[in-house]
């Protein structure tokens, strides 16, 4: 039986790239079933701010499998991108991208670069929460969970155990974000223990950057939160030779979404210039996931063949090394025409039927949860931070005290610095001066004092202990 996909040929480029990827894989005898669904700039223009018709979310969960060519989301206000949706609705909480060298044929600086990167595709600063607060200040909620850490950490090291590959690493930021991050590192930790066969180790993320830029060669599998991910797999794309040569997977327990990792280019669009490798790649990856592993095999190895033979596209064509310059569909003919072969000065690929449901069990420990105080903040421009710590001290209650004044993360109260630049945005922390467990109604009455003394409160964070632990930041300063 055929194995039913949902396929969207896009926008700009895609159309081109997609038509040359189904050509390919059909010749070499993928047995798929084609649904088409429209989504893109289209429906973005006709008023559909998600990008794609509410009765193509059925073909999707019928099919469970997406072949998707990159769109063109507008710019402005508005318009949701349609790939964060996919992922969220779906629940594609993995993200897989590999990023191979394929030097000589393609120009790098790293010939010997194989690593794939793994990114957390639901949540982080990826869930869209954001609020402007003030006049001056925008807010954008960073989210990490521990279900999804778990899991997004446990696929990394799930796929480099099934690919044999040595190690995973991760890229994180918690000398800073110590409780969002510092989740993620904690988590990595204790699954990495779990796979005693495979190394590990951890990288903060700014310095890591710097070392898969620099000797991309140490690492292996990289796990990371969603904005990294999504920035360092272009990053390591690129310094494979190209951005354009990268396919995707996202994955999830029930759905799975595949294309390239690169935009619809529409300045190249109808030329029959653009170069289909990474939505090709991409669909590589789909033919591992529904089990035609031999077609992936062929398809993947006519490639790196076709690579080998010089016959390339304007992107990646140099004199020297190249040997023929060809448009999009005289490369899919080229790709066609090996079918059978494989290459022999790039590595051949031999991929196996291998798909994996990650599950995982997550904790049901439940912590002891007392509530302790609030941090408060307001919308306030009408004199300096003494003055602002002078006036809410009449809002103290006996079990809630003002104790700090933070604005922009940085304490400006008491013995603040005058130095220190304020915004309108001012966030003051109230306590329980001995730490003991308040009530909801305390709070609520806190914040009808300070409203009633003429204060714009915009947003508060409760404080809670979990088992006697903060559960919310310190103060810089």
Known sequence: MKTPITVAYGDGIGPEIMQATLDII?????????????????????????????????????????????????QGGGFKSLNVTTRKVLGLYANVRPCVSFYPYVHTKHPKMDVVIVRENEEDLYAGVEHRQTNQVYQCLKLITQPGSEKIIRYAFEYAKANNRKKVSVFIKDNIMKMTDGLFHKIFDQIALEYPELENDAWIVDIGAAKLADTPEIFDVIVMPNLYGDILSDVAAQIT???????????GEHCAMFEAIHGSAPKRAGQNLANPSGLLLGAVMMLVHIKQAEIATKVHNAWLYTMEQGIHTYDIYREGVSTMKVGTKEFAQAVIANLGKSPSTLPKVAYSNFTKQIKTSFSTYKADKKLVGSDVFLDWDKGSPDDLGKMLANANLPDLELSVISNRGVKVWPNGMPETFCTDHWRCRFLHP???????????????????????VIKTENLYTFDGENGFSSIHG
Do not use: C
């Open 26 to 74: 059909l010749a070499a005898g993928a047995s798929i079933e084609m649904e088409e669904i429209k989504i893109g700039e289209q429906l973005y223009l006709k008023g559909l701010t998600t990008g794609i018709e509410p009765s193509s979310w059925e073909s999707l969960r019928r099919t469970k499998v997406f072949l998707k060519a990159p769109i063109t989301t507008p």
């Open 434 to 456: 001995k730490g003991e467990n308040i009530t909801n109604e305390k709070i609520i009455e806190l914040l009808s004092k300070i409203t009633q003394h003429g204060y714009d």
């Open 241 to 251: 030779g190209s951005v354009g040569l990268a396919g995707s997977a996202n994955l």
